[in-house]
């Protein structure tokens, strides 16, 4: 107050990084100016003591609020390193490997509308007579759907003797969710399985979005219709299965209610959007017609997306 150089001021700051070092909270400092104040002034602090005192209290409040701020700022910190783990966890462990077949056309697009994904695609491949897919999706987002989709894909993947009995390995599944998981969290799933040589696709679902048969000689879809109860209710839940023939040119579209749902556009018929362009476009390979869907149906949604995205397309 008496000698405001620069010396001075570079003092005040050196004192202020010191006070921060020592988590100092901002009432203590004013509390310490007002100390020195006194000291130095004796004569001016009648006058000076209602406002040092009315502005302690308001640094109490902000002070407060401060701490809580930093608090929040710490812990969301460490919420997006966890969240970048699990991502990078979830990329390494649930890696799809879409096999190649040269009687079938696979094509495949999962897209997450956040970084971790809560739809699942499993492909097995006996390298000889049988393809089995399994498209999963998870009541629920984030690292516990992503946990949980890992017990599905080891679950599948232990039942490889099993592979060709949808009934039995959706029975399995389910015991293995209702056992494992939070009873909040459900699973749905889409099982197939072909067999290669005999064209012959059996299927069986638990609470999935229906499959889509296109019959290329009567040029219709036709929809895979399936009862069975989600995953993880019920531990004694029995599923059935269905079998249909696969001909020349047909085709199967497996997909998760992130390509159905069209929350921005409820007067839209989804599933009449998507025959329709597979329709106009079946002679494009499975993968050409997959990455069109996400296209078309992301530009109808004015790129907006309200859930993840998955579609498996075979094609004889």
């Not at 109490?60 to 699990?86: D, F, N, P, T, W």
């Not at 890992?150 to 039942?159: C, H, Q």
């Not at 296209?295 to 309200?306: D, G, T």
């Amino acid at each position: 107050m008496v000698s405001q150089t620069e010396r001075n001021l570079y003092i005040a700051q050196n004192f202020t990084r010191q006070l921060i070092q020592k988590n100092i909270s901002p009432e203590d400092v004013v509390s310490i100016h007002k100390n020195a104040v006194e000291q130095i002034f004796p004569d001016q602090m009648s006058e000076s003591q209602p406002a040092y005192d009315f502005l302690i209290e308001v640094m109490v409040h902000y002070g407060m609020a401060h701490r809580e701020h930093q608090s929040l700022l710490q812990k969301q910190a460490e919420y997006e390193m966890e969240m970048k783990i699990a991502t990078n966890i979830q990329k390494t462990l649930l890696k799809t490997y879409v096999p190649q077949l040269e009687s079938i056309d696979i094509g495949m697009i999962s897209v997450p509308i956040r970084r971790m994904n809560g739809d699942y695609v499993h492909f097995f491949h006996d390298g000889e007579e049988y393809l089995s897919v399994a498209v999963t999706d998870v009541v629920g987002k984030g690292v516990p759907a992503a946990l949980c989709m890992s017990m599905v894909k080891y679950g599948l993947e232990t039942l490889g003797y099993a592979y060709k009995d949808p009934s039995y390995v959706l029975e399995v599944i389910n015991r293995v969710i209702e056992k494992g998981v939070d009873d909040s969290m459900f699973v749905s799933m889409f099982y197939g399985c072909l067999d290669v040589q005999h064209n012959i696709f059996s299927y069986a679902s638990a609470g999935h979005e229906p499959a889509l048969h296109y019959i290329a000689k009567d040029d219709r879809f036709y929809s895979l219709e399936a009862k069975g109860l989600l995953l993880g209710v019920l531990p004694e839940t029995k599923y059935s299965f269905h079998d249909i023939v696969l001909e020349d040119n047909d085709l199967i579209i497996m997909m998760t209610d992130g390509v159905t749902e069209f929350r921005a556009q409820e007067d839209l018929n989804s599933r009449e959007v998507i025959t329709t362009l597979i329709k106009q476009n079946r002679h494009l390979t499975a993968q050409q017609l997959c990455q069109l869907l996400y296209k078309e149906i992301e530009k109808a949604q004015n790129f907006k997306l309200s859930d993840d995205f998955t579609v498996v397309i075979l094609k004889k």
